[in-house]
């Protein structure tokens, strides 16, 4: 399509919107939200095809101010909250997919790493993880229960350190991705390591499948919440890298709402992973092995459809209530 033709077929419907934008003319806040989604889908369009054109500047200031917009103007009751779960998270993970794809991309190249150095070097996991954990685990291998580390403290005392940790490596893992994102790689580097040689050494001294058992019960949700974590992170430091069109401050002052967002959206996951390996991972050994398989596949399933499919159903239903829309008329 011709620029010519691309602004005379949108033209109205930007300009309904900014003036809706102005004039805060919304009385659903989702359907803001909505539209804000729309307009994203028309700048990328004209960054890809009229690289040179000054719709771009237009656009991305639109897009800006209708970006503070939505968390301005929806409202601070319970249907707000409900509404960051069920649509703003959701088309923000849509909009960043590409990042949350990344990580992992990242998490996986990382963990591989660890599998393998571990594999090569018959010292490398004492080095990771240290020469007491590792001869505590091979201890509780001998004494026949590999993951009874997860057994010690009481059930709310494992609760709430476990999940304070959680929550603190997460936010660690964004608040360091300013530093361009190194930082969050560093981060999730270390993280990585550490877990492909420990399951690898688990595999070693053939309980690998104990230890999945016992471990992915609470695992899939922490491993999964903090790999978007780090995507948080990711984003914060392109950000800053990557300003496009915006000043860089403008950029910085996105990235970091984003951010914020989609690591605030992973604390019940966490909690909840928290809760599991506090009350329920120190029974994986007497519990029969259907259901621990289906606790990790539930969680995992969960969290997975919650950031990599639910995502798209969002946008498909807010570009569809878009079209009929009378600003796209």
Known sequence: ??????????????????????????????????????????????????????????????????????YKTKREDTNRILSFWKTEIPLICYQYRKFIYIAFIIFFAFTFIGVISAANDGEFVRSVLGDSYVNMSIENIEAGDPVAVYKSG???????????????????????????????LYIMFKNCIMLGSFQYFFYEKEVFWESVRGIWIHGSMEIFAIVIEAAAGLILGASILFPATHSRYTSFKIGAKTGIKILISTFPFTFAAGFLEGFITRYSNVMPHVLSVAIILITLGVISYYYLIYPFKVYKESTQLTSLSPTSI
């Open 1 to 70: 399509m011709r620029e010519v033709a691309f602004i005379k077929q949108n033209k109205e419907k930007w300009l309904s919107f900014e003036k809706a934008v102005i004039n805060n003319d919304f009385k659903d806040p989702d359907e803001l939200a909505s539209q804000y989604v729309h307009l994203i889908n028309d700048l990328a369009y004209a960054q890809t095809y009229y690289p040179k054109s000054k719709v771009i500047k237009y656009l991305n200031q639109l897009s800006a101010q209708a970006f503070q917009k939505i």
């Open 154 to 184: 009481s059930n709310w005392g494992s609760f709430i350190g476990i999940t304070i940790n959680n929550l603190r490596v997460g936010i660690i893992a964004f608040v360091l991705g300013i530093f361009l994102g190194i930082g969050t």
